[in-house]
């Protein structure tokens, strides 16, 4: 059997697309032989990303504050709405989505893709367990997958952060916290889930190695007390992490083909989060395919939706990992409940990039305000680091 559509990466894009494409009537094949498996990333799921992934999940972890330290300055914000961020593991979240996928009609088909190849107007994608043919082949499987190599370029290293981290055995929490770190710049972040606890700090790979993002997330840890004398298991992982300039030169489609989620570069350049952008690249890609043109109308509704979004994140980090800046953003948080209420949204993620300077500028804290924020003030903030 020819199958319509083949998406080769079951995780929330590839999920997704394969549900609402099967929901539609295509015969979807949804390709990954490592499920169920746990992810190197925090499992933090915005109110707006459980709103889009609309399958019944149960458990998670609720938060109800989160922490942000930078050069030894400290802020706690309380979310008011304990419900607009949860965390799951993704051995569990992901398993929901591909739940959702197989009740829609799709089928699973629990191998790894090997190799994949255009035979005329159709693929014919090679597996652990034999060939499958369709007509169109979707690239959901990350971004060191088959599918962005072959069908696009791989990610150079200076696009791609590095997360290094630990899972931290028998801790139950309700707490996040984020640490701004000097060397590399990056971020630390401690996510706790069912269970245990998700460690781990980020940077740009062409300025740090593994080890060395290993070794600062230690060192936090040997500083927590709630993760004193427990068993930690290491984990690493590649997160697309795009300027502006390589956003703009991206080619999420082609003939036959799309490429979603950390596939297609759809990752927050400053805190690193894709699900919500998985999830909606996956709405999209099935969208566009019951259209006359699915690839150009996929490529315009990401440049429209989603690249745009990140391309102002991407703009914001050029100074934002400046020790002086993140140091500001914290005493921000400290003295002022209006900011406080504006992290609370980002971090939720019910406030976007877009209207983020002009909300703030609504605090009334304006000079505070005209330090984060202008341009002025971040040439400045490049120059003292």
Not at 218 to 247: H, K, N, T
């Amino acid at each position: 059997m020819t199958f319509d559509v083949a998406i080769i990466g079951a995780g929330p894009a590839g999920a997704i697309a394969a549900r609402d494409l099967a929901r539609a009537g295509a015969r979807v094949a949804l390709i990954d032989g490592s499920h169920p498996r746990e992810k190197a990333c925090g499992g933090g799921v915005t109110g707006r990303a459980l709103a889009r992934a609309g399958c019944a999940l149960t458990g998670g972890q609720t938060i109800d504050r989160v922490i942000f330290e930078a050069a030894g300055a400290r802020a706690s914000v309380a979310l008011d709405d304990p419900g607009s961020l949860r965390v799951f593991s993704r051995a569990a979240f992901d398993a929901a989505l591909v739940d959702g996928a197989r009740d829609a009609g799709a089928d699973i088909v629990p191998r790894r893709a090997t190799s994949f190849a255009r035979t005329d107007s159709s693929w014919r994608i090679v597996t652990s367990a034999g060939a499958i043919d369709a007509r169109w082949l979707l690239g959901a499987d990350g971004a060191g997958g088959i599918t962005r190599k072959q069908l696009f370029r791989a990610f150079e290293r200076r696009q791609i952060s590095i997360a290094a981290g630990s899972y931290v055995d028998n801790v139950e929490m309700r707490e996040i916290v984020i640490a701004f770190v000097d060397r590399p710049r990056g971020y630390l972040w401690s996510f706790p889930r069912d269970g245990h606890l998700a460690v781990g700090t980020c940077a740009q790979a062409d300025e740090t190695t593994t080890a060395q993002m290993h070794a600062v997330t230690d060192r936090w840890l040997d500083r927590y007390a709630p993760a004193e004398g427990r068993a930690r298991r290491r984990y690493a992982w590649p997160i697309p992490s795009l300027s502006p300039r390589d956003i703009d030169a991206e080619r999420p489609a082609g003939e036959g083909w799309m490429l979603l989620g950390d596939a297609a570069g759809l990752v927050d350049p400053i805190t690193r989060e894709g699900i919500f952008f998985a999830v909606r690249s996956g709405e999209l890609a099935a969208a566009a395919m019951a259209t006359a043109d699915p690839a150009r109308t996929y490529a315009d509704a990401l440049r429209d939706d989603l690249y745009a979004e990140l391309r102002r994140a991407a703009r914001l980090k050029a100074g934002f990992y400046r020790p002086p800046f993140t140091r500001l953003v914290v005493e921000a948080l400290q003295h002022s409940a209006a900011i406080r209420a504006v992290m609370v949204d980002l971090v939720a993620g019910a406030q976007p990039y877009a209207g983020l300077k002009r909300r703030l500028l609504g605090t009334r804290e304006f000079g505070l305000m005209f330090r984060l924020l202008s341009c002025r003030a971040t040439k400045l903030v490049e120059k003292a680091s």
